[in-house]
């Protein structure tokens, strides 16, 4: 990965991947680690504060966005894995069988999906410094521009917590029954794809520590004032498998 402009990567030819800057979001984290862990080159340009020139080019105000030559960009996360895969590289991310793929896609989705465990933290995070005038969760103005982005109401706050503890749950049970027949991720004894977005999302509920994944001081408060319920019941193997990723597999969070 280079970091350039957004000029030079709209005029490159290749993969170039926007992404969100100081804070470790999970959908960006995911994205780059497919793209480390395939071992594919790209160019990497920064969403802010280049905001409206990625929209201009890409269509998006999010990240990520993955561009390849001149295809249309790419926005979801079952698409910039299906491009990662397409293009080929050390490994397949993607389990073979065709019950471990679709395993694969689902538990995915309730991790990344809307409604997922990411969406879920990001609105308890809206709700958080909503109701204690910015004092927890994001900074006011984060919040503020937040909510009606991702359609936070206060009654959706309730429902967003059980998302979160039903989610860690499930991720749990599965990552449990993989170690309990004696293999260190999800599908075996090499990561796949659902590792990489396991351990992205559950560095959001439960973050590395500074030294590992530095980040503005209000992004780290607001992660540690997140709904305390969430935070106390991530299943310790959700937690030593997201620092087995981090120590062998991807590159810690923000430090780019």
Request: one cysteine or more.
């Amino acid at each position: 990965m280079r970091f350039v402009d957004v000029e030079e990567a709209r005029a490159a030819p290749g993969l170039r991947l926007v992404i969100a800057g100081s804070v470790p979001s999970p959908w960006s984290q995911a994205a780059m680690g497919i793209f480390d862990l395939n071992g594919l080159d790209y160019a990497a340009v920064r969403l802010r504060p280049a905001a409206e020139a990625v929209r201009i080019w890409t269509g998006s105000h999010n990240a990520p966005v993955a561009v390849y030559d001149a295809e249309p960009p790419r926005t979801g996360w079952a698409e910039i894995l299906v491009l990662a895969e397409r293009l080929g590289g050390r490994r397949a991310l993607l389990p073979a069988g065709d019950e471990a793929r679709v395993q694969t896609f689902g538990l995915a989705h309730e991790i990344l999906g809307e409604g997922g465990l990411g969406w879920s933290v990001r609105l308890l995070l809206v709700h958080a410094s909503l109701t204690t005038d910015g004092r927890e969760g994001w900074p006011s103005a984060v919040a503020s521009y937040l909510a009606p982005k991702y359609g936070y109401a206060p009654e959706r706050a309730a429902g967003a917590r059980d998302r979160a503890l039903r989610v860690l749950g499930l991720l749990g049970r599965a990552l449990e029954t993989s170690q309990h027949d004696g293999h260190d991720y999800f599908f075996g004894h090499e990561p796949t794809a659902l590792d990489i977005y396991a351990a992205t999302a559950i560095n959001i509920v439960a973050a590395l520590p500074p030294a590992a994944c530095p980040m503005p001081e209000p992004v780290r408060h607001a992660f540690e004032t997140l709904d305390r319920t969430v935070r106390e019941e991530v299943p310790t193997s959700l937690l030593r498998h997201r620092d087995r990723m981090y120590e062998h597999h991807l590159p810690l969070p923000i430090r780019f």
